[in-house]
């Protein structure tokens, strides 16, 4: 099965802050690999598809890159509403993995 | 507007079964594939199980398979998850989602919580 590893498993950052998460495959999945955004209590969001697809009412400070084995989540300048955990998720085969997540905290 | 409401989880049992179901409501339920995804207390998120449009396809994860059956009623726009021979570490919530395209899941519905406890 593909293992998907996020990195920082946290960060701490301040309001108007760029913001990079990394998110690494076990092998080569093409553009495959999704975003979420997930706040404590809530079910997790739908940030970016298809490596770099903004999702319809997501902000444009998010983006997306990568393609292969390695993938950058980018949130150009930190809002007070992005402080969450992200989660990288690829499908393969008719399964799903997801990254362990990257929590994003304020400084 | 989509929605994806969950209802039956509880407290259960070592060994005993449960059934969700998840609701759907504001978009073309029998052409969308839907998933169950879950997510242990304090934990990341474990994806459970597929089903396509029709039914005529399932896939399990390694940990559910054999325990776990996906199913759906497109007369009645429902999702099901059957779960047996329940595990303490089966204890999460359960979410419902659909999927948009390849894999990607663009709604989820609110989460039942499952807890397996003696």
């Known amino acids: 099965a593909i293992q998907l590893t996020q990195s920082p498993s946290s960060l701490s950052a301040s309001v108007g802050d760029r913001v990079t998460i990394t998110c690494r495959a076990s092998q080569g999945i093409s553009s495959a690999l999704v975003w979420y955004q997930q706040k404590p209590g809530k079910a997790p969001k739908l940030l970016i598809y298809?490596?770099?697809s903004l999702q319809s009412g997501v902000p444009s400070r998010f983006s997306g890159s990568g393609s292969g084995t390695n993938f950058t989540l980018t949130i150009s300048s930190l809002q007070p509403e992005d402080f969450a955990t992200y989660y990288c998720q690829q499908f393969n085969s008719y399964h799903i993995t997801f990254g362990q997540g990257t929590r994003l905290e304020i400084k | 507007q989509v929605q994806l409401v969950e209802s039956g989880g509880g407290v259960v049992q070592p060994g005993r079964s449960l059934r969700l179901s998840c609701a759907a409501s504001?978009?073309?339920?029998?052409?969308?594939?839907m998933h169950w995804v879950r997510q242990a207390p304090g934990k990341g998120l474990e994806w459970v199980a597929v089903?396509?449009?029709?039914?005529?396809?399932?896939y399990y994860a390694d940990s559910v398979k054999g325990r776990f059956t996906i199913s759906r009623d497109n007369s009645k726009h429902t999702l099901y998850l059957q779960m047996s021979s329940l595990r303490p570490e089966d204890t999460a919530m359960y979410y419902c989602?659909?999927?948009?395209?390849?894999?990607?899941?663009?709604?989820w519905g609110q989460g039942t919580l499952v807890t397996v406890s003696s």
């Open positions: 989602a659909k999927e948009r395209g390849a894999g990607d899941l663009d709604y």
């Open positions: 504001g978009f073309a339920f029998s052409i969308s594939a």
């Open positions: 089903i396509s449009s029709d039914g005529d396809y399932k």
């Open positions: 298809d490596a770099s």
